[in-house]
């Protein structure tokens, strides 16, 4: 029972639900924390189809694209980029029914599927922290870690796009990590160099890094018996019509806003969490839906702090 929120663009104060997301005619940037396991795209993009309408086309790691031996399909291009015309579309080039990542419309992070996606008008969620924060370490629970590169406002910027911070928690809280991958790396008997020799020789999702800059180990985790609930909050929208996607400074002024924003949210998120007596607690959570037969109240609007001016 995932809960959603989204910001007053005027006041900064939160609404439960999705009806602050904006609707406009150029694209939306939808930016935000990637949580563990990467569990949050499949629930951002159906609640934006479901409660808004909007059709949003996520950016994945080539190994979740199927390179090097990984989990989707693959392909040339990692999934197509192309306009979805229809409100629910698949991929009619998948054979696989079970490959979430082309069912949602999602292709291959990388520059020239970025720019493409914002050329042809479509929405596009993206996570700049990418593996860094989807397989993040212990203690590293909801930290941020984007690179220093303003690319995404710059290109937002060259097509007048929308840029929405989201905020992620659950996933983390979700799962003990019993060896993070330092950990696993550093394993006797040959085991932590051919995890290394497997990284080496995935391709990095970030244009311009190197393989081992970006590891692609999972860590060893153990799902707890329930699971955490999930929030996710939008934040105020930045319109970048009137942005010089050239002024270098102002882009990098504009990117760090976001960048505070998404770790303000997500630290007011946490705070207010505390007074939701459903978070954490799985079997509560599953009897209050069994008996009233619809998802348990979570806490206060009152508890959550407004938007950041």
Known sequence: SPVFFSTDPVSGKRRLGLSHVPLTEKPILFVGNHQLFGQDLGLVLSELL???DIIARGLAHPVAMGENGGFGNGGAEGGTVRKQKRR???????????????MFGAVKVSPRNFYRLLQTNQNVLLFPGGVKEALHGTGEEYKVFWPEKTDFVRIAAKFNATIVPLSAIGAADSANIVLDKHELLNLPFGLGDNLANFTSSTASARFGEKNEDELFVPPLAVPKPFLARHYFLFGKAYDTSALDPKDEDACRDVYKAIEEEVKYDIDALLEARKDDPFALD???RM???RLFRKDPPTFPLESLRRSPQ
């Open 88 to 102: 629910h579309e698949f991929d009619e080039d998948s054979q696989d029914p079970t490959d979430l990542f082309k």
């Open 287 to 289: 009897s209050y839906q």
């Open 50 to 52: 479901e409660e808004r």
């Open 282 to 284: 799985g079997i509560q």
